[in-house]
């Protein structure tokens, strides 16, 4: 799913953000980045869906050949990965089912399975009842869970998703890697950058530790590894 072989990133400032990085992330995998802030995850999870390129080295995501693609491919890379942030990232002006639709009229689905997929990812995440509320009327946890929605209403193989409970407390955090949990255990691949030890440490999935834009550690079943 995911080949990354001796990545390296540095931007115009001198600074390096991967540095030969090597890995690979199998279909079906849930994996935790973890590291201290500037250790290299933002850079690291953003070339996953092209928001960033290597500097040099081969990344292949979901079978796409990430730094060799023309720009017209891209619409194509992104369509197979789900992408959840820690600012939701919401369109304030549509309610919860606009959001989430809106992420099917980008690939043009037709209305009637656009209607089915939208009202099916809304039950998995429990917000079927919200589906006319805007934004701002839910809460932090409701609106990470229309992030979530959306990013899964396309089936994607991949999501990727970047300190998606770190505006959360703690009952709210474990209600959404709850919904993470299920998606992985459907078959799709989860690759989530996060600060949060209680959770990683609890859940026991596979962790890989960037330090000053290296891997570290990778280990199955794996802790959160550092001081809170």
């Given at each position: 799913m995911i080949h990354m072989r001796n990545?390296?990133?540095?931007y115009d400032t001198g600074a390096v953000a991967l540095d030969h990085v090597n890995?690979?992330?199998?279909?079906?995998?849930?994996?935790?980045?973890?590291?201290?802030?500037?250790?290299?995850?933002?850079?690291?999870?953003?070339?996953?869906?092209?928001?960033?390129?290597?500097?040099?080295?081969?990344?292949?995501?979901?079978?796409?050949?990430?730094v060799g693609m023309a720009r017209e491919e891209i619409p194509y890379l992104r369509r197979g990965l789900g992408v959840i942030f820690q600012d939701y990232r919401l369109l304030p002006d549509k309610t919860v089912f606009e959001n989430v639709a809106f992420a099917m009229q980008v690939i043009e689905a037709p209305r009637r399975i656009m209607q089915r997929s939208v009202n099916a990812?809304?039950?998995?995440?429990?917000?079927?009842?919200?589906?006319r509320s805007f934004p701002s009327q839910l809460s932090g946890g409701e609106q990470q869970r229309v992030a979530i929605a959306r990013a899964i209403v396309n089936d994607p193989s991949i999501v990727i998703a970047d300190e998606p409970t770190g505006n959360l407390d703690p009952e709210t955090s474990w209600d959404i890697m709850d919904i993470f949990q299920r998606i992985n255990k459907a078959g799709t691949?989860?690759?989530?950058?996060?600060?949060?030890?209680?959770?990683?440490?609890?859940?026991?999935k596979r962790v890989i530790a960037i330090e000053d834009g290296r891997i570290v550690r990778d280990e199955q079943r794996g802790g959160y590894g550092y001081e809170a």
């Open positions: 990545v390296c990133k540095t890995l690979d992330i199998e279909k079906g995998e849930f994996v935790f980045i973890v590291g201290a802030s500037g250790a290299g995850k933002s850079t690291f999870i953003k070339m996953l869906f092209r928001e960033e390129l290597p500097s040099s080295g081969k990344l292949v995501v979901d079978g796409h050949d990430v990812v809304l039950d998995v995440v429990g917000l079927r009842d919200k589906y691949t989860i690759v989530m950058a996060t600060h949060d030890r209680n959770i990683v440490d609890a859940m026991k």
